[in-house]
């Protein structure tokens, strides 16, 4: 058998051909520039032909270079492709991404049960208020509220979302809330996640953009902190019925109002287009459309 070129210099000159810069080779690598550089002239030592031309802050494929690549690329991509196929085959963990108000409010008293009926299986739970890259995140599953459309990714509709407006029932009767037009009186509690206060005020209570701004109002940058506000007779706060499950069950929280503001975005599952799910994923998957699809979401 023929002595093979050193291995670990074809993952450099990969990684630089690809992304056109050692710097950004070392990135991906998580080495130094240098470390690269020298990995690929160890390679052109035992090639013994160059494979970039160099020159102040740059660096170009020589034609030898160019050639050499697309002859040992496929053959690199084949040895990764079938790695990873090898490893996620014995890979009991699943990573799944959701926008934190829904972490923390609907998802985090229900996990138990997916675990309960898969206990091989090691959930990694993350949350982020962005969207999520699946190119640069570890990240199989996510849940996005939006609309649905994303060209590049598998969606599935989980929940339909409305806005509706939530607060106590002593906060009810501290500000006299009999009408939608009695929010004039009110505290307005205002998140990210639903910015719908303006749309619901003039549909429903007729109060236009510039009476509406000058109804007292308190913003917050995460739903359950809004929520939590709520609970506590701060005002009344217009959310998702999804994160409101656990308080209206128990009364701390109620609908003051029967009108709800349809919208366009929802709760989906999304996923990288046309990706090949592992087992555990799958499950996973399955385990949270069925658990969308119960009729009171408990």
Same mark, same amino acid.
């Given at each position: 058998m023929k002595p093979p070129p050193p291995l670990k210099a074809l993952l450099c000159f990969d990684a630089a051909m690809r992304l056109n810069s050692f710097s950004l080779a070392a990135d991906e690598l998580s080495v130094t520039p240098g470390a690269v550089g020298q990995q690929i002239r160890n390679l052109e030592q035992w090639l013994g032909v160059s494979l970039?031309?160099?020159q102040i802050r740059q660096v170009q494929p020589t034609p030898d270079g160019q050639a050499y690549w697309a002859r040992i690329q496929p053959a690199l991509a084949q040895i990764i492709d079938a790695s990873h196929a090898l490893r996620d085959r014995h890979n009991n963990n699943v990573w799944l991404n959701m926008p934190p108000s829904l972490a923390a409010k609907w998802f985090a008293r229900r996990m138990a049960g997916f675990l309960e009926s898969h206990p091989g299986? &090691?959930? *990694?739970?993350? =949350? =982020? $208020?962005?969207?999520?890259?699946?190119? =640069?995140?570890?990240?199989?599953?996510? $849940?996005? *509220?939006?609309?649905g459309h994303a060209p590049e990714l598998d969606v599935e509709l989980l929940h339909q979302d409305d806005a509706r407006v939530y607060c106590s029932p002593a906060y009810i009767e501290q500000v006299g809330l009999r009408k939608p037009g009695d929010l004039r009186r009110a505290t307005l509690l205002h998140n990210t996640l639903h910015p719908h206060w303006s749309d619901w005020l003039q549909r429903f209570a007729g109060i236009g953009d510039e009476e509406g701004r000058g109804i007292p109002g308190i913003h917050f940058d995460q739903s359950l902190m809004a929520i939590e506000a709520a609970r506590r007779n701060q005002g009344v706060v217009i959310t998702s019925e999804w994160l409101t499950q656990e308080?209206? &069950? =128990?009364g701390v929280l109620v609908e003051p109002f029967?009108?709800?503001?349809?919208?366009?975005?929802?709760?989906?599952?999304? +996923?990288?287009? *046309?990706? $090949?799910?592992?087992?555990?994923? +799958? &499950?996973?998957? &399955?385990?949270?459309?069925?658990?969308a699809n119960q009729p009171s979401n408990e």
């Open positions: 970039f031309t160099r299986v &090691a959930l *990694h739970l993350s =949350s =982020s $208020i962005s969207l999520t890259d699946f190119s =640069s995140e570890r990240v199989d599953l996510a $849940i996005r *509220h939006f609309d308080e209206v &069950a =128990s029967a009108q709800r503001l349809p919208l366009t975005k929802g709760y989906y599952l999304v +996923q990288p287009k *046309h990706s $090949i799910l592992r087992p555990t994923v +799958q &499950a996973l998957k &399955a385990w949270l459309i069925e658990l």
